[in-house]
């Protein structure tokens, strides 16, 4: 029998932990149970409205809320662009762990160190440049094509042919995958041409991300599905014949082709890795991750530009009158051809059409996850004075930061595209510094940006120049969950050409 002695030694040293827990951050206020506690961090994480619990904990408890024992969910932009600085000496905490694919392997978000993180980011900018990677636009533009022929073979509404619904919750996906993996190696997954998720990749998408999220909030858990035994049996290999690993294997099927010297002449991506150093091991884990980030927040994207597009009659005409005074918008209507689409010059000339995408994205940022940053030894002092102790978690919490009415307006909740452009430069300006943490600022700019930016820009246009397109179902647009990515389903829209 275990004696009183004992059990009173256990409660007192549980009861000290609890204190010590709660005296970390103590000057901060939160959620009751984030002073001793992770749980309220995954209770947030799988309610499947991250987002909004997130938004909530910064409304009630301020710009710098303590949502952990040892973790501050920050809604201070500025605070956010010292901590993102490329002099800073602030580093990604262990909840980046969870980005890891293959045991062992880090990748260009997953590493932790930042030499090695600065090292990838050297070797692997220019494969995200028109320079090094010429044929980029040429590719997304027959992509776009390919896209805009499956709408009209398949769902387009005409006079005579049966009612059909076309679901962006996977057409989109099967678009960005497809662009992604050709811009990537040279190799388009066919995933338009199938019109089918042939290798049930985003099935597997859909049961990995709420793992990644959770294990994001307990590191802990990384350590044990990297156990031997576990690993082997839920972890994708690029031996599987579907889902992640079949795409796994199709990258390094591709990589292992060009360092031995096959399709040497390619200029791509994956040819600048190597040109500038990356070896075979370190291109195969790259290239892995650039399609499962380069597909999925992309397509998150352009579903949450539409969401709101084709809710604003009004934004839809005056985008139409901003093609026509540029000559853009055909006078005849119907359908047209499907290869005519526009130049990215052509676009970023466009202010409406960068306002209604900028909304969109601020409405409906692509990545809402805790992203967490470790502040260096010394701590931190914050804008308010009071002092960060080293070691503490500074979470991200971009629905907050985007919604935020003394940036945006007491209509920040309002998707208003003219607000980009009536405002004056100092307002722009504000604006724009916190939209710009949606794809990460400094050290961690996202590497994909401007590649992302040129899809949607292409995908839009197209779109506003051709067809009408409204929601099938308005009161339930779309079954939609929230991990800190997006998981959506039933996301469906009636076509028709352009009256």
């Given at each position: 029998?275990?004696s009183l002695?004992?059990i009173a030694?256990?409660i007192?040293?549980?009861?000290y ?7 970390f951050l ?9 002073a ?8 947030a994480?799988?309610?499947?409205k ?6 909530r904990?910064?409304q009630?408890y301020?710009?710098y ?16 662009y010292?901590?993102?600085?490329v ?5 990604r905490s ?16 997953s590493s932790r ?11 692997m900018?220019?494969?995200y440049?028109r ?16 896209l805009?022929?499956l ?13 059909r ?5 996977k057409t ?15 190799r388009?997954?066919g ?8 290798f ?5 998408v859909q ?5 990644m999220?959770l294990?994001?909030?307990?590191p802990?858990l ?9 690993n082997k ?9 579907v ?7 199709l ?14 002449d390619?200029l791509d991506?994956?040819?600048?890795f ?8 370190e ?12 597909t999925?927040?992309?397509a998150?994207a352009?579903?949450?530009i ?12 005056r ?15 119907g359908?047209?051809?499907?290869g ?5 010059e052509q676009?970023?000339?466009l202010p409406?059409?960068?306002?209604c ?5 601020r409405?409906?940022p692509p ?6 940053k ?8 914050l804008?308010?004075?009071?002092h960060?102790p ?16 003394a ?6 909740d309002?998707?208003r595209p003219e607000?980009?452009?009536d405002e ?8 724009t ?7 990460s ?10 590649i ?9 246009a197209?779109f ?7 929601l099938a ?8 969950t ?6 959506v389903?039933d996301?469906n829209?009636v076509?028709?050409p352009?009256?």
């Open positions: 029998m275990i002695a004992v030694t256990f007192a040293l549980f009861l932990w609890i204190v010590k827990r709660r005296a103590a000057e901060f206020s939160g959620p009751s149970l984030a001793w506690s992770e749980i309220w961090m995954i209770r994480s799988v309610s499947q991250q987002h909004l619990m997130l938004w904990c910064s009630n301020g710009p809320a303590r949502i952990g024992p040892k973790t501050l969910l920050i809604s201070d932009p500025e605070y956010l010292e901590v993102n600085s002099r800073g000496s602030f580093t262990l909840a980046y762990n969870a980005f890891r694919l293959e045991v062992g392997r880090n990748n260009v978000l160190d930042e030499d090695r993180h600065m090292y990838l980011r050297t070797k900018a220019g494969g440049t320079r090094e990677n010429p044929g980029l636009e040429g590719s997304i533009d027959g992509h776009v094509t390919r805009l022929d709408l009209n073979e398949k769902y387009l509404r005409r006079k005579g042919m049966p009612f619904t076309v679901d962006f919750s989109l996906g099967y678009f960005t995958l497809d662009v992604i993996t050709e811009i990537a190696f040279g388009s997954a995933y338009l041409e199938a019109n089918a998720d042939k049930d990749f985003f099935t597997n049961a990995f991300v709420p793992v999220s294990t994001a909030v307990v802990s990384v350590k044990i599905t990297e156990i031997s035994w576990i049996r839920l972890a994708p290999k690029s031996s599987d014949a889902g992640i690993g079949k795409i796994m294997g990258a390094k099927e591709a990589v292992e082709e060009r360092f031995t010297g096959k399709h040497a390619r991506m994956l040819a600048s190597k040109r500038h150093g990356l070896t075979q091991s291109a195969e884990t790259e290239a892995i991750f650039q399609i499962l980030a380069g999925d927040t992309t998150t352009l579903r949450g539409m969401l709101y597009l084709t809710s604003s009659a009004a934004v839809v005409t985008l139409r009158a901003e093609f026509a005074k540029h000559d853009l918008l055909p006078s005849t209507v359908v047209l051809p499907t005519e689409v526009l130049s990215n676009l970023v000339n409406y059409l960068s306002a995408i900028k909304e969109g994205l409405l409906h990545a809402t996850g805790y992203l967490e470790q502040v260096p030894p010394g701590g931190s002092t804008p308010d004075g009071r960060i080293e070691g503490t978690g500074l979470a991200y919490n971009a629905w907050g930061i985007m919604r935020s009415r940036v945006f307006g007491e209509d920040a309002i998707y607000r980009w452009l004056d430069a100092d307002k722009v300006r504000a604006m510094r916190s939209w710009e943490l949606g794809f600022t400094g050290k961690w700019r996202c590497l994909g940006k401007d992302a930016y040129m899809e949607i820009n292409k995908v839009v197209e506003v120049r051709r067809y009408d397109i409204v179902d308005p009161g339930k647009p779309w079954d939609c929230n991990w800190g990515l997006w998981l389903r996301y829209f076509i028709s352009r009256e």
